[in-house]
């Protein structure tokens, strides 16, 4: 990333932005296209949310999009109250839309940032950030928000994510860039590729999933776990002791 933090879109531009998203974001099979096994890592963090907590009561759902992973989590279980987190109302208007077909109990939608949502403390056994915590931007700002995400967490509850990554190696960087970019042209040519990579660099600044999983521990998390990793791609997790 060359793009100096303070220079990366601004909250009110990411938001503006994913107002006309809303579609894409809507395929509850394949997830996110321009993510490197997003179908798997949505399946992986749902079922070990699912066996983790079998009696949730409550979810919290971060930058949830259109809602899917949660809906993937009501397959499992369909009375769970839902909190549903996102900047664009649009989002969250089709994931309020879907989840509340999909559950017997009560669905609530905060159009907020994640540090900022007025959310109760200690009430979630299960919280999903998929492919959100990559718009955090210095480590204040990581460090803060996987703090309030342990805060928000209820004893035994868990914590998964699925997101972009980067490496702390530079040369392995390299070599899974270059294949994360290959990916991309076999999904829709180099075009495709060069304007994915721009948003990345204009939106996003992610962090090292060794980096993401010290944090989980420093915030207070335990039995932290790495699900899957793929080209520049993690899904990971951990738990709340009780």
């Known amino acids: 990333m060359s793009t100096p933090l303070n220079k990366k879109a601004t909250t009110e531009e990411i938001r503006k932005r994913f107002d006309e ?3 894409r974001f809507s395929n509850l099979e394949t997830g996110q296209q321009t993510a490197v096994d997003a179908a798997l890592m949505m399946e992986l963090i749902v079922k070990a949310a699912a066996a983790c907590n ?19 989590l009501l ?6 109250d839902c909190d549903l987190v996102d900047l664009s109302m649009k989002m969250l208007e089709r994931a309020f839309q879907r989840v509340s077909a999909a559950t017997s109990g009560a669905v609530r939608m905060f159009q907020s940032d994640i540090r900022e949502a007025d959310l ?33 967490t209820a004893p035994g509850g868990t ?7 980067f490496h702390e190696n ?11 970019g290959k990916y991309l042209e076999s999904t829709g040519g180099e075009e495709y590729r060069d304007r994915i990579f721009d948003f990345i660099e204009k939106q996003d600044s992610p962090r090292p999933v060794t980096f ?17 990793k793929n080209s520049c791609f993690a899904a990971f997790g951990a738990r709340k002791s009780k």
């Open 212 to 228: 993401q999983l010290d944090l989980l521990r420093e915030a207070g998390f335990a039995e932290v776990d790495v699900l899957h």
């Open 75 to 80: 397959q499992h279980k369909n009375d769970i």
């Open 21 to 23: 998203e809303v579609e």
């Open 159 to 165: 914590v998964w994510i699925t997101d972009l990554v």
């Open 120 to 152: 109760p403390h200690g009430h979630y056994d299960i919280i999903f950030a998929a492919a959100v915590l990559h718009h955090l931007r210095d480590d204040d700002d990581w460090r803060g928000t996987f703090r309030r995400m342990y805060e928000l």
């Open 54 to 72: 079998p009696a949730a009561r409550a979810v919290l759902d971060i930058g949830c999009g259109a809602g899917n992973n949660t809906l993937k």
């Open 170 to 180: 530079k040369e392995v960087h390299a070599l899974l860039w270059e294949r994360y």
